[in-house]
């Protein structure tokens, strides 16, 4: 089976990107192969934070490695917000911040706010040490009135998806994944693979 390293150090997302490229692809973390360093996210965008991300661990595994890397950077773009807190969405509440902090300063942030409307994007960034490719994958949605469910990570409790009446936290993640931002993103990058 081919791997694939995904440059990640949060649990989650290994977790459900492992759960979405199941059979595919063999998912190597960071922890195997040995990498145990913070990875730096210093840009204003999605897709250069991505590829700097890839390209960190790429440079750790060296011109040797001839497998691919691939990082993914998201965003929640909220509409009334002006798309903020986007490529900051990580930085939300301050640096350092946990995901209920930063799930508390939206939710007083939107407090009276009628317009929820707003998106998670992601973009993942697919490296080797010849090419570059980017994925991208969005999902609409609104921000709730307050937090529902205990499953996921990050805004998940108060980000509802158009269309259903939960949370992404009221989901199991094989249904998170059929519409999330990540899944859509991960799709296409099985597509590119296995064209
Ligand atoms: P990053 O891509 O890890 O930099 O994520 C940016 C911020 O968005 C972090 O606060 C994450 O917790 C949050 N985030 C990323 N993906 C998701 C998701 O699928 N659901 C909810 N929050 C997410």
């Known amino acids: 089976m081919r791997r694939i390293v995904f440059a990640t150090n949060n649990d989650h997302k290994l977790y459900e990107i492992k759960k979405a490229l199941n059979e595919k692809f063999e ?3 960071l922890k195997e192969i040995g990498f ?10 999605l897709q250069e934070n991505a590829h700097q991300k890839a390209e960190t661990v790429l440079d750790f595994l060296g011109e040797k490695f001839k497998g691919l890397v691939f990082a993914d950077d998201t965003g929640l773009e909220v509409d009334a917000l002006d798309g903020r807190p986007g490529v900051y969405s990580a930085r939300y509440a301050g ?5 209920q902090d930063n ?18 994007r992601t973009v993942i960034a697919l490296v080797n040490h010849s090419s570059s490719n980017y994925f991208e994958g ?8 307050s937090s529902q469910g205990n499953e996921g990570f990050g805004y998940d409790p108060i980000f509802s998806p158009n269309g259903f009446n939960e949370s992404f936290a009221e989901m199991s993640i094989e249904a998170k994944n059929l519409i999330s931002h990540r899944g859509m993103a991960v799709q296409k990058v099985v597509d590119f693979l296995i064209r």
Request: aromatic share 6%.
């Open 95 to 99: 640096i350092n911040c946990s995901f």
């Open 138 to 145: 969005i999902v609409k949605g609104e921000i709730l009135n």
């Open 103 to 120: 799930v508390d300063k939206m939710l007083e942030e939107m407090t009276g706010i009628e317009n929820r409307n707003a998106q998670f």
């Open 27 to 29: 998912v190597v973390s």
């Open 36 to 45: 145990n360093s913070e990875i730096p996210e210093d840009y204003e965008t």
